[in-house]
């Protein structure tokens, strides 16, 4: 069974900085690798893409909305991704998910969309107050 456990969400003022990880488990380890990513949902907005990071090279590319304050990586064990979130807003506070497809570098750089992505986890709140 696929698994994937987001962790680190909380309450942070504006301005301020919080690092979420994730660790996937259960990937099918043949095939195509899988990259990771980070969503978010703000309550009656759609889930909103971030970022992901390719586990072939470790390439990253970011939504226009985060560039410059978030940042994408991976830690040193295998499927495990983290988002470092700087100089935060209120309009951040959102759940915010992680996620593997074996495209998902491709649906950020061509808008291939959400909708069919092969695992997602479950959220983790992060607000942010004023």
């Known amino acids: 069974e696929v698994q994937l456990q987001a962790s680190g969400g909380g309450l942070v003022q504006a301005g301020g900085s919080l690092r979420l990880s994730c660790v996937a488990s259960?990937?099918?380890?043949?095939?195509?690798?899988?990259?990771m990513g980070w969503f978010r949902q703000a309550p009656g907005k759609e889930r909103e893409g971030l970022g992901s990071?390719?586990?072939?090279?470790?390439?990253?590319v970011y939504a226009d909305s985060v560039k410059g304050r978030f940042t994408i990586s991976s830690g040193n064990t295998k499927n495990t991704v983290y988002l470092q979130m700087n100089s935060l807003k209120p309009d951040d506070t959102a759940v915010y998910y992680c996620?593997?497809?074996?495209?998902?570098?491709?649906?950020?750089?061509?808008?291939?969309?959400?909708?069919?992505?092969?695992?997602w986890g479950k959220g983790t709140q992060v607000t942010v107050s004023s």
């Open positions: 996620a593997a497809d074996r495209v998902l570098a491709a649906r950020f750089l061509y808008n291939l969309g959400w909708h069919d992505m092969d695992y």
């Open positions: 259960g990937l099918p380890s043949t095939g195509d690798p899988y990259d």
């Open positions: 990071i390719s586990s072939k090279d470790g390439t990253t």
